[in-house]
T-cell receptor, first 117, second 113 residues
Framework: GAVVSQHPSWVICKSGTSVKIECRSL??????MFWYRQFPKQSLMLMATSNEGSKATYEQGVEKDKFLINHASLTLSTLTVTSAHPEDSSFYICSAPPRDRGKGEQFFGPGTRLTVL | GEDVEQSLFLSVREGDSSVINCTYT??????LYWYKQEPGAGLQLLTY?????DMKQDQRLTVLLNKKDKHLSLRIADTQTGDSAIYFC?????????????FGTGTRLTIIP
């Protein structure tokens, strides 16, 4: 089956530093990847849609300069949380729909837990 | 805008059936999904249903869709301890995987021994 990985699985950083999270589709190509944020005991909120070869599309209320997204290839998207603050602490999950699938299935990464001190 | 609602908690005895409910507001939803999230993990797609269907069965899972009432349910037969998780319903417009998913609030299923 299709596998999506995320790295790192967890990260602790100091306030003011930047953190990069990688999302990789291991055995399929994805022209689009989605980045979600999940607060404890809450649902997933879509942050942005990452598009290979073009700019990401951000959801309303998400600061594009704060959350930098780069979709460098058909198998890799990165989310960089710039100048992280404690309120950015969250569980970040990416998903990717295989390019050749038609039934709407998306495969989710295992998530990255970010803690900002 | 889209809104997807679920009850937050459900407790079921082992061996009984679990029924998790979901309501949505967007009548143009094309695909409706059920995802399972175990603690500290990502989401696993359990099943999905196309909006022109009213029922889909897959082993222990049965999905019922009432499009008129915009109500979706997931029934898990013979609930086991391994079914303990948070279950999210989600909807999308086209279902071709490039449309964003709108998730419900999630239902935490607890199994009572």
């Amino acid at each position: 089956g299709a596998v999506v990985s995320q790295h790192p699985s967890w990260v602790i950083c100091k306030s003011g530093t930047s953190v990069k999270i990688e999302c990789r589709s291991l055995d399929f190509q994805a022209t689009t990847m989605f980045w979600y944020r999940q607060f404890p005991k809450q649902s997933l909120m879509l942050m942005a849609t990452s598009n290979e070869g073009s700019k990401a599309t951000y959801e309303q209320g998400v600061e594009k300069d704060k959350f930098l997204i780069n979709h460098a290839s058909l198998t890799l998207s990165t989310l960089t949380v710039t100048s992280a603050h404690p309120e950015d602490s969250s569980f970040y999950i990416c998903s990717a729909p295989p390019r050749d699938r038609g039934k709407g299935e998306q495969f989710f990464g295992p998530g990255t837990r970010l803690t900002v001190l | 805008g889209e809104d997807v609602e679920q009850s937050l908690f459900l407790s079921v005895r082992e061996g009984d059936s679990s029924v998790i409910n979901c309501t949505y507001t967007d009548s143009s939803s094309t695909y409706l999904y059920w995802y399972k999230q175990e603690p500290g993990a990502g989401l696993q797609l359990l099943t999905y249903i196309f909006s022109n269907m009213d029922m889909k069965q897959d082993q222990r899972l049965t999905v019922l869709l009432n499009k008129k009432d915009k109500h979706l349910s997931l029934r898990i037969a013979d609930t086991q301890t391994g079914d303990s998780a948070i279950y999210f319903c989600a909807e999308s417009m086209s279902g071709f995987g490039n449309e964003k998913l709108t998730f419900g609030t999630g239902t935490r299923l607890t199994i009572i021994p």
